[in-house]
T-cell receptor, first 113, second 113 residues
C-alpha cells in the first residue's frame, strides 16, 4: 500500500496545454508539499499545505495552482504549459509543518514539447 | 536564498570501500534529513537527525548533526553495488515565519564492483 501516491507518472504534452497532477497520502499527515526537480536534480519546494490551508508559496508562476480538497489530497494544476516546465514533480507529506520527516511520492515526469 | 552545499558532487568508489559525504550551510538548521534517490524513483528517507551533535546509525549508514548546526555528514561503510544513487541532505530552516526543508545539491555515488 503506497504511502504517497501521485498520478500520472509520466505526462507528455504540447506547449500551451493545461495539465493536472494528483497526489494522495494515506499516512494521516497534516502537511503536504509539491517539489520540482530539474534536469540537474535540484529539488526545490513550490507549495505546502497544512490541513488544506496554503502555508508556503515560493516564487512560482501563477500558472501553477495547487488545490487541497482535504488533508489527504493535494493536486497541482498547470495552465499554459511552457518548455521550462519540463521537470519531475514530487509530492511529499509530513506529520506537521514544523516537525516530522518528509515522505515523497514516486514523482511525475512532465515533458512539454 | 538559503543553500545547502553538498560534497563531493559525485564519486566513484570500489565495492567494499567506505564513503563519506557532507552538507554545509551558512545558516543554522533545526533538523537534518538524509535521503537516497534511485533512478525514476522518489527520494527515500535514510536517517533523520534532531539534535546538534547527534550521531545516528541505520545499518551501514551513519550520520551526524554538526555541533554548529550548520553541517551534517553521512558515512556508508563497506559499500555495495546497490548503494548507487543520488544522496541528498535536507535541512529544516525557519525563514520569513515559515518552516521548510531546503535540499542540498546531491552527491552522485557510483560503486564499481
Amino acid at each position: 500500500d503506497t504511502a504517497v501516491s501521485q498520478t500520472p507518472k509520466y505526462l507528455v504534452t504540447q506547449m500551451g496545454n493545461d495539465k493536472s497532477i494528483k497526489c494522495e497520502q494515506n499516512l494521516g499527515h497534516d502537511t503536504m508539499y509539491w517539489y520540482k526537480q530539474d534536469s540537474k536534480k535540484f529539488l526545490k519546494i513550490m507549495f505546502s499545505y497544512n490541513n488544506k490551508e496554503l502555508i508556503i508559496n515560493e516564487t512560482v508562476p501563477n500558472r501553477f495552482s495547487p488545490k487541497s480538497p482535504d488533508k489527504a489530497h493535494l493536486n497541482l494544476h498547470i495552465n499554459s504549459l511552457e518548455l521550462g516546465d519540463s521537470a519531475v514533480y514530487f509530492c511529499a507529506s509530513s506529520q506537521g509543518p514544523v516537525t516530522g520527516e518528509l515522505f515523497f511520492g514516486e514523482g511525475s515526469r512532465l515533458t512539454v514539447l | 536564498g538559503q543553500q545547502l552545499n553538498q560534497s563531493p558532487q559525485s564519486m566513484f568508489i570500489q565495492e567494499g570501500e567506505d564513503v563519506s559525504m557532507n552538507c554545509t550551510s551558512s545558516s543554522i538548521f533545526n533538523t537534518w534529513l538524509w535521503y537516497k534517490q534511485d533512478p525514476g524513483e522518489g527520494p527515500v528517507l535514510l536517517i533523520a537527525l534532531y539534535k546538534a551533535g547527534e550521531l545516528t546509525s541505520n545499518g551501514r549508514l551513519t550520520a551526524q548533526f554538526g555541533i554548529t548546526r550548520k553541517d551534517s555528514f553521512l558515512n556508508i561503510s563497506a559499500s555495495i553495488p546497490s548503494d548507487v544513487g543520488i544522496y541528498f541532505c535536507a535541512g529544516l530552516s525557519f525563514t520569513s515565519g515559515t518552516y521548510k526543508y531546503i535540499f542540498g545539491t546531491g552527491t552522485r555515488l557510483k560503486v564499481l564492483a
